[in-house]
């Protein structure tokens, strides 16, 4: 029978059995702790994501990889703690190229899910987008190594019968990216090729035509949106400000019109919120350039020309607040996806080698915007104040937080009202 021992968390004393793995015995005590790579089938633990880190006796350690012991005196959430955790996580959104909605497993996704409980909604770290081409080698199983976290779950659970691995990591730094042995792939039974995905704690193994196995709703990281009446957004902005109305600019960069449309789905109480807000320029007045100083200017898409560089400029020089709307804004999202891809290669693409009917010439004309190399977010042009999550983010959750930054009550965007999908 296992002995238990007392250890301290935070302060409290706790009875854990001996040498019960740190991260299991936390857990069965009620308490929370992240963790990305941990697997409590693989023994020893991997220890790759650094996502648990704890202090043990003033140190820092991975709590996977530790064990219970008498008298260990455990910080757990720490203001510094807790934000370290918070950064390998933004660091893992940065590295890859993550665009949830077009993910197929988004919503059963570890990597999202920590996202959500941290209220990640954006990454302090600069994009890299690393060059990483899909991997279609495999006769059922599909590597998209952007969405890998190098956890090296795979590597060490998908083995053919004879024990060889079907999956290892090559390559350093930046370059460090998951290969498949196609041969061996070819060889495993269909289980344990379907077990390769749900293994993987992100999307980064896709078993063709297997992918979507839950519907919306029904995923694990599912939770319903909070609802947020928008009478409270009229009465906050009513009170706040009633001799005047507040000024908001908006514009769409390289973004769909997407949050836009979203931005209008209050109803008939977008009435009574435009009797409050002044549009400024925007697509849904169609004024073309800003007139003055705006108290919020929202922007809608990344940086993927010229142009869209300037009028971010121009938005962050004449507005209080700044605020990134939806995916492309935050992260580059769907336009983005070129950044895998050299610019000049993308444009024979669409327009020499698929051009429609006949190949077309690629357009340049000084009159056009010129392209950029790559799909920049919002933060990596200009300083942004806040982020607004979703593809594209619900119309309450929006106004609820556009009302809060212009009257500066307190809101939240944690869990319950954000989603990345
Ligand atoms: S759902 Fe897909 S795109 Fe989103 S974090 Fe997970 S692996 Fe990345
Ligand atoms: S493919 Fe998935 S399981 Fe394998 S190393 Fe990458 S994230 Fe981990
Ligand atoms: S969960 Fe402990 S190192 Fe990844």
Redesign the pocket.
Known sequence: MDRNVTIHIDGVAYHAPDQKNLVEAIRDLGLEIPTLCYYPHIQPPLGTCRVCMLEVNGRPVCGCESRVMEGMQIQLHTPELDDHRKAMVELT?AE?????P???????????GL?YRMGINHSRFPHLFVDRLLDFRGRRLVI?P??C?LCQRCVHEIRTSDDRPVFSISGRGDHTRLQIDEALESTIPDALALRAMQIC????ILYRGKSLSRTPGDRQYDVPAEVVSSVDIVRLLKEARPDRKWRVATTSLAGCFGCHMSLLDIDTDLLEVIELIDLDRSPLTDIKHISGRCDLGLIEGGCGTDENVHVLREFREQCDVLVAVGECAIWGGLPAMRNMVPLDECLREAYVRAGDPEPQQIPSDEDLPAMLDRVYACSEVVPVDYYIPGCPPGAPMMWQFIASILTGASTSLIGKVFK??
């Open positions: 959104f890859g190229n993550h665009f949830c077009a993910c197929e497993k988004s919503g059963d996704c570890d990597l999202q996202g998209e952007n969405r976290v704690p992100t999307g980064a990345y999908d």
